[in-house]
């Protein structure tokens, strides 16, 4: 019989999961923010070296997510030419704007990884590991 404990990478592949599906739900709703602080627990949950790249991974998936699926069904190849003309970055094409896109989204995720991260090492430093 199998153990019902999560391993780290069950944990991990579960955080990015969670933490994705939360920010694609925000993009998608125009809650865009929500990348932050749903990284941001995962950052208090995880410890530092798996949160950040689980919060990365999910703010990457969760901006990358919806421009995938717009691009499929509707194509956002003129919106994408006409944001780089208006960025000045018309050697880069449409991809221009969609690589910003989800850097933006990677970042936010990274960022809120960290500073949840952050708060653990410096909510928890008094306390003996065993008592974590």
Do not use: D, K
């Not at 990478?9 to 865009?32: H, P």
Request: hydrophobic content about 55%; charged content about 5%.
């Amino acid at each position: 019989m199998e153990n019902a404990v999560l391993t780290g990478g069950r944990w991990f592949v579960l955080g990015v999961v969670v933490g994705a599906a939360i920010c694609c739900a925000g993009v998608v709703y125009g809650a865009w923010w929500l990348t932050f602080p749903a990284c941001l627990a995962l950052g208090v949950v995880m410890r530092a070296r798996t949160a950040m790249p689980a919060g990365s991974l999910a703010g990457l998936l969760g901006w990358g997510l919806p421009l995938a699926w717009e691009q499929w069904h509707y194509g956002i190849g003129p919106a994408a030419h006409s944001l780089a003309a208006i960025m000045g970055i018309t050697q880069a094409g449409p991809v221009g704007p969609v690589v910003l896109t989800c850097l933006v989204g990677l970042l936010l995720g990274l960022t809120g990884a960290w500073v949840g991260a952050a708060t653990r090492s410096v909510v928890f430093s008094g306390q003996s590991a065993s008592s974590r």
